[in-house]
């Protein structure tokens, strides 16, 4: 079975600085990986994802996601942290076993930017 | 252009009574998907409607939730005898077709709270 981990519950960084939030998967198959965000009482805004090809992908807001195959891991960075982009991070892994494609999603990570 | 609608935005509830909770997917989409944000489990897949072919009820917790979508457009996401445990977020996607690689696209969700 598809399966994502987040080892990081809270991720905390200063303005300006780069910033990483973790993902690691676990598939039987191709991995279609997606990362989405959360801003307090909104629902989940999708930010990239990694299908095939490149393994640098870039998203909205000026983030970006690694796809690492040896290391089983996607995750997502930003040069350079905002206030704003203080929100709750979900990695999300496409559960293609049968035929509802649905999300399998992470447990989420708290990032913090301090100004 | 117009993304996921959900009504109400708040749902407040007794505990016994029946809820329903609506989901308007983007227009043209044709694969629709609840999930249920909680604190204790994460975001859990519910139900998924694929054009006309059968729902995937597969992650529906109980006999007590139901879901139809009507006219391959809005659904409804049905709770009965609602219990204090179904207090969540329910979170609608909608997505252009079931392809893996498709995007889901999340609407704000319902905060349900059961007394």
């Known amino acids: 079975a598809q399966s994502v981990a987040q080892p990081e519950d809270q991720v905390n960084v200063a303005e300006g600085n780069p910033l990483t939030v973790k993902c690691t998967y676990s598939v039987s198959g191709n991995p279609y990986l997606f990362w989405y965000v959360q801003y307090p009482n909104r629902g989940l805004q999708f930010l990239l994802k990694?299908?095939?090809?490149?393994?640098l992908v870039k998203g909205s807001y000026g983030f970006e996601a690694e796809f690492n195959k040896s290391q089983t891991s996607f995750h997502l960075k930003k040069p350079s942290a905002l206030v704003s982009d203080s929100a709750l991070y979900f990695c999300?892994?496409?559960?293609?076993?049968?035929?509802?494609?649905?999300?399998?999603f992470g447990t989420g990570t708290l990032l913090a930017v301090q100004p | 252009g117009a993304g996921v609608s959900q009504s109400p935005s708040n749902k407040v509830t007794e505990k016994g009574k029946d809820v329903e909770l609506r989901c308007d997917p983007i227009s043209g989409h044709t694969a629709l998907y609840w999930y249920r944000q909680s604190l204790g489990q994460g975001l859990e897949f519910l139900i998924y409607f694929q054009g006309n072919s059968a729902p995937d009820k597969s992650g529906l917790p109980s006999d007590r939730f139901s879901a139809e979508r009507t006219g391959g457009s809005v659904s409804t996401l049905t709770i009965q005898r609602t219990q204090q445990e179904d207090s969540a977020v329910y979170l609608c996607?909608?997505?252009?077709?079931?392809?893996?690689?498709?995007?889901?696209?999340f609407g704000p969700g319902t905060r349900l709270l059961v007394l």
């Open positions: 996607a909608s997505s252009l077709s079931a392809v893996e690689r498709e995007t889901q696209y």
């Open positions: 999300a892994v496409r559960d293609y076993g049968g035929a509802t494609n649905k999300l399998i």
């Open positions: 990694y299908i095939t090809g490149d393994n």
